[in-house]
């Protein structure tokens, strides 16, 4: 797969909902915190410390991916699947490494913390899991992305 355009767009200036032909579906979270108006539109809603917040957060955010699906927006429908999966990817970190750090000082990976899978940030990764499963699967959600790379994305 090739590389995400970081280097090749302008994203400070580009906006992806007048423009999706530029936006690169990348692979898993690149690119959520730079796509604009997406970003701003998402990351008020992204919480994940308490279980509560992540229900919340992860339904609102579906909520996002579902109004995007209704558009035909598929560059907001694959953002809020980022932004579900991003929620996922960091309260499984700080379960696994409470500290919020992978690594050590010598880039060796921390153990995993004991209890991790009974803590709070556990259960609020779960509940993001579900979410970002619905929205990957979703056949819409598949029809579009794949009707986007043949158009804009091609490997």
């Known amino acids: 797969m090739p590389s995400y355009p970081y280097d090749e767009l302008d994203f400070e200036n580009i906006n992806f909902r ?11 979270e690149q690119g959520v915190l730079m796509v604009e108006p997406y970003k701003s539109e998402i990351l008020p809603q992204w919480r994940f ?5 992540a ?4 339904e609102q955010i579906y909520e996002m991916f579902e109004t995007y699906k209704e ?24 379960a696994n490494h ?8 010598d880039g060796n990976v921390r153990p995993q913390a004991r209890g991790s899978e009974e803590s709070e940030k556990a259960e609020s990764a779960r509940i993001f899991y579900e979410k970002y499963r ?3 699967d979703d056949p819409e959600y598949q029809r579009l992305k794949k009707r986007h790379k043949e158009r804009y994305d091609p490997e």
């Open 134 to 136: 619905q929205a990957k």
């Open 55 to 58: 229900r919340e957060s992860s």
């Open 49 to 53: 410390k308490t279980p509560e917040e």
């Open 71 to 94: 558009e035909g927006d598929f560059v907001g429908m694959d953002m809020a699947r980022k932004f579900l999966q991003m929620g996922f990817t960091r309260a499984r970190r700080y």
């Open 98 to 105: 409470p500290s919020g750090k992978k690594y050590d000082e």
């Open 18 to 28: 007048e423009r999706p032909d530029l936006y690169r579906i990348g692979k898993g």
